[in-house]
């Protein structure tokens, strides 16, 4: 289970690293550089390349610029937070502290991205695609 979270997070700090909009959303400045206000909110993991995700992972992305992640399995869980921005298609994170349990050692990524009203893809340089779902 450690593994599946480690592999949930490093998914997700690539997501976020670099993700490019699919709708009209404003910019702002917050603490980690440009928001895209469209990426505001409460998003649930529900799939990486088209099969459901077996944990339930959650990232709330502040329009101060910072978020935090939670992951809960089976056996465990975890909660880290960072700051990430969204600038030109692409979407950047950075952890900066881990809350609760083991989850990655603090990074850095940035990933490409489309965001609608109520889901936020990922397309990762891998070839891998994470959706999210608005909670």
């Not at 993991?45 to 992640?69: A, E, M, P, R, W």
């Not at 881990?98 to 009203?117: A, F, H, K, R």
Request: aromatic share 6%; with cysteine; glycine share 12%.
């Amino acid at each position: 289970m450690k593994k599946i979270r480690i592999v949930v997070l490093i998914l997700f700090l690539g997501l976020m690293a670099g993700c490019s909009s699919g709708s009209s959303s404003s910019s702002s400045s917050g603490g980690g550089g440009t928001i895209d206000s469209a990426l505001v909110g409460t998003w649930k993991q529900s799939t990486i390349n088209n099969v459901t995700v077996g944990s339930n992972t959650t990232v709330t992305l502040k329009n101060d610029g910072t978020y935090t992640v939670t992951v809960t399995d089976t056996s465990a869980s975890c909660t880290a937070s960072g700051t990430w921005s969204a600038s030109g298609g692409n979407i950047t994170t950075t952890q900066t502290t881990q809350i609760s349990g083991s989850c990655l050692p603090n990074s850095s990524s940035t990933t490409s991205y489309t965001v609608t009203s109520t889901t936020f893809t990922v397309q990762h340089s891998n070839g891998s695609t994470e959706v999210w779902v608005k909670s």
